[in-house]
């Protein structure tokens, strides 16, 4: 009895069974491991959705599946958001493409906004920016192949998931107010008496330069995830000839922080001296002095509050949010370093200025955000030793922050003298471990090469 050969060569029957070959072959494409990283990372997203909706419906609101849902039809909450993550989705595609997908974008809005005039409904905009991401996604799924259909779904889920993390970020507030009735504010005020009360001073001042200057704060304050956009567009501005994403960028850093901050949230709940001491808080504010007269506490203990008001001040996530954005615009041109500068100051005076921050949030925000940063490139790169330093050594130094809040707040109120420089220099330590150890990882400028200095030949002797 004969066999008949196999038309199959050993390689592909290697490939088919699932090993890959002896010389190199990265075997069946589900084996890989960035396919493999990619696929955890999609299906641990989509979980943490789910897990939030659930819990949102709990409560008797929609969560950021449902919200994101309806803003295909009706009126979005925020049409700059929206067109900051179509932004970052076209990074992917040619100039030519842009310009059709802006298009179309445009052109559904003044549809949606036609319709919206004759109904007599809001007139938001940011529809048309929804539907050109998703349709970017099903161009990709449907026209696109191999590296080509990779990079043009990695640029739309980077822009939904700048969308989606600001509705996970409004889900995990609620939360924060449903699950915490009461509140840490007289801690945190307390240990704000080592730096002076600068949420007070703060206030004050911004009283005493008019709606100008508050206007100004309040813009500046309220569009920091549209400025964070830019910034990414500038990093990303090589992607579409490059045809990869770079290693890191700031946007991975923002949707970090707004991730994580949140969880601190609900071991730290702290609503903010506005509230807690100041007239917004109405009839739940331990009383009405901000930001004329500091409040006299004598034993801390947690307060009642709403259910209403989120929990969001320790740490200050927006004082992470643009202490990442002035790091990277570190390396950018001079309007953008500039940019970076005047957007962190106008974010720390905003934050204490309008009584949404006490001083020692301040404080944890910049050394949580250099932690999550640190981390952030640690993971581009390859972890090391001096990257497993760094971030441990941010980590300790916030964790022993939220303590001396939370369990030594009469302790630096009595010595501010000696805690307060004690509480800036841990901050500063953070500061300068971060620089000297990023600094480090920068690839060193390669000396240019001399050419060497050539012998001359011998002449013939004349005869």
């Not at 990283?37 to 789910?50: K, R």
């Not at 643009?322 to 957007?343: E, N, P, V």
Request: aromatic share 10%; net charge positive; glycine share 10%.
């Amino acid at each position: 009895m004969t066999t008949t050969p196999s038309r199959i060569s050993p390689s592909d029957q290697s490939d088919q069974s699932g090993q890959s070959h002896p010389s190199g072959h990265p075997g069946p494409l589900w084996r890989r491991p960035r396919v493999v990283l990619w696929s955890a990372a999609g299906l641990a997203t989509a979980g943490f959705l789910i897990a939030l909706e659930i819990a949102a419906r709990r409560y008797g609101q929609p969560g950021p599946l449902t919200v994101e849902a309806q803003e295909l039809i009706f009126a979005p909450h925020s049409g700059p958001l929206l067109y900051a993550g179509l932004a970052l989705a076209m990074v992917v595609l040619t100039w030519r493409e842009r310009m059709i997908a802006a298009a179309a974008a445009v052109a559904i809005d003044i549809v949606f906004l036609l319709v919206r005039l004759v109904v007599g409904a809001d007139l938001n905009f940011g529809n048309g920016a929804l539907w050109v991401v998703l349709g970017l996604a099903v161009v990709a799924l449907a026209r696109r192949t191999g590296p080509d259909r990779a990079l043009l779904l990695k640029g739309c889920g980077l822009g939904m998931l700048l969308v989606f993390g600001h509705k996970t970020g409004d889900t995990w507030l609620l939360i924060t107010a449903k699950e915490h009735p009461q509140v840490l504010d007289p801690y945190v005020a307390l240990a704000d008496h080592a730096l002076g009360n600068p949420s007070w001073v703060a206030g004050r001042i911004l009283e005493s330069i008019g709606p100008v200057g508050g206007n100004l704060l309040n813009l500046v304050y309220g569009q920091l995830p549209l400025a964070a956009a830019l910034v990414g567009l500038y990093q990303l501005r090589n992607v579409a000839t490059e045809r990869r994403f770079p290693a890191h960028h700031l946007v991975r850093t923002f949707l970090v922080i707004g991730l994580v901050g949140p969880a601190i949230y609900m071991i730290f709940p702290v609503v903010g001296p506005v509230y807690a001491y100041g007239a917004e808080g109405g009839a739940w504010a331990v009383s009405h002095v901000w930001p004329d007269v500091l409040p006299a506490i004598g034993t801390p203990h947690p307060v009642l509050f709403d259910e209403i008001t989120p929990r969001n001040c320790m740490p200050s996530l927006h004082t992470a949010w643009a202490t990442s954005l002035f790091i990277h615009t570190r390396k950018g041109s001079r309007w953008m370093r500039y940019a970076g500068a005047f957007w962190l100051v106008a974010t720390l005076s905003a934050t204490l200025g309008f009584g949404y921050h006490y001083g020692v949030d301040l404080v944890a925000g910049v050394v949580f955000a250099l932690t999550i940063e640190a981390a952030m490139r640690a993971f581009a790169r390859g972890w090391d030793l001096s990257a497993v330093r760094l971030v441990s050594y941010g980590t300790v130094i916030f964790a022993a922050l939220l303590a001396a809040y939370r369990f030594l707040p009469r302790e630096l109120a009595a010595h501010p003298w000696l805690f307060g420089p004690l509480l800036l220099l841990a901050m500063a330590s953070v500061i300068v471990y971060f620089i000297r150890t990023t600094q480090s990882w920068d690839p060193k400028p390669t000396p240019p090469r001399l050419p060497e200095p050539r012998t001359p030949e011998p002449q013939p002797e004349l005869a």
